[in-house]
């Protein structure tokens, strides 16, 4: 079965300093793979997707970034932390393709101090 | 663009009460149609779903069915539970993209 994993599960980091998000799944090959953003009191924020290895689209302007250096591997990174950034970062993947289920990883709660 | 309007919560219920979360959705060609579910403190679930018109979503007693003439997807249950406490979205599926609604925060009391 697919498995999705996410860490680290909280992070606090002062505001400027740099940011990595681990995102891994498991148990399906060339995955579609997205990271959303939560910001407090808001819904979801599509910020980055990638359909194979190092293909990565942008959907907003921002201070951060994404690689996929693997599969199976999605990274959420920052150079320099804004306040603004604090949220909740969900992984996400999907089989290729479109009109499929997205299946969420468990999230990474960060909150720039 | 496409787009998803959630009714804005948050809603707050006595246990057996009643539940209609309002979901309308814009898109453009004939996009599926989801429900995900957000308990404290952890990530999304899918709740439920339906990939045309008219089909009807089911799971753990929420329903939802695929209304393409007045473009919604309302999430119902008939009797609400204290553990259905939680945040719900609702969204859309073009292509390879989720849209998701701002979510409605269900809150219900014993």
């Known amino acids: 079965s697919q498995t999705i994993h996410q860490w680290p599960a909280t992070l606090v980091q002062p505001v400027g300093s740099p940011l990595s998000l681990e995102c891994t799944v498991e148990?399906?090959?060339?995955?579609?793979l997205y990271w959303y953003r939560q910001a407090a009191g808001r819904g979801l924020q599509l910020l980055f997707y990638?359909?194979?290895?190092?293909?990565i689209s942008s959907e907003v302007p921002q201070n951060l970034s994404a690689s996929r250096p693997q599969d199976r591997q999605f990274i959420l990174s920052s150079k320099k932390l804004l306040l603004s950034d604090s949220g909740f970062y969900l992984c996400?993947?999907?089989?290729?393709?479109?009109?499929?289920?997205?299946?969420f990883g468990p999230g990474t709660r960060l909150l720039v101090l | 663009g496409d787009s998803v309007t959630q009714m804005e919560g948050p809603v707050t219920l006595s246990e057996e009460a009643f539940l209609t979360i309002n979901c309308t959705y814009t898109?453009?060609?004939?996009?599926?149609l989801f429900w995900y579910v957000q308990y404290p403190g952890e990530g999304l679930q899918l709740l439920l779903k339906?990939?045309?018109?008219?089909d009807k979503g089911s799971n753990k007693g929420f329903e939802a069915t695929y209304r393409k003439e007045t473009t919604s997807f309302h999430l119902e249950k008939g009797s609400v539970q204290v553990s259905d406490s939680a945040v719900y979205f609702c969204?859309?599926?073009?292509?390879?993209?989720?849209?998701f609604g701002g979510g409605t925060r269900l809150m219900v009391k014993p």
């Open positions: 996400a993947w999907s089989t290729p393709g479109g009109r499929e289920t997205q299946y």
């Open positions: 148990g399906t090959s060339n995955p579609n």
């Open positions: 990638s359909v194979g290895i190092g293909q």
């Open positions: 898109a453009t060609g004939y996009p599926s």
């Open positions: 339906a990939t045309k018109a008219d």
């Open positions: 969204a859309l599926d073009a292509g390879n993209m989720l849209t």
